[in-house]
């Protein structure tokens, strides 16, 4: 993660993707040894943070807005509302 830091820091694109990649392919293992499947990790990650969004867009359509016309902090605020309803 270091070197990743370092990269981005630099403004090396290439390079950064580079480290970002070892970066996954170490949490990868990392699930693996602890008998996790990564990939079915993965999908759960986005299946929540998909449910969170809708949730959060369902709030602001009540209010006939979207994402766009909300301020970040209304974004954060709703996300975490999302995050504690959903789990």
Do not use: C, H, M
């Not at 630099?10 to 699930?31: C, I, M, S, T, Y």
């Not at 999908?43 to 867009?57: C, H, K, M, P, Q």
Request: charged share 35%.
């Amino acid at each position: 993660v270091g070197e990743l830091r370092e990269e981005i820091a630099r403004g090396d694109r290439d390079a950064a993707a580079r480290e970002l990649g070892d970066v996954l392919f170490v949490a990868a293992n990392l699930a693996r040894d602890q008998g996790i499947d990564p990939e079915a990790a993965l999908r759960g990650t986005n299946d929540r943070v998909e449910a969170r969004f809708r949730y959060l867009e369902a709030r602001l359509a009540e209010q006939e807005r979207t994402p766009a016309d909300a301020s970040l902090e209304e974004l954060v605020g709703l996300w975490g509302d999302a995050k504690a309803k959903l789990a």
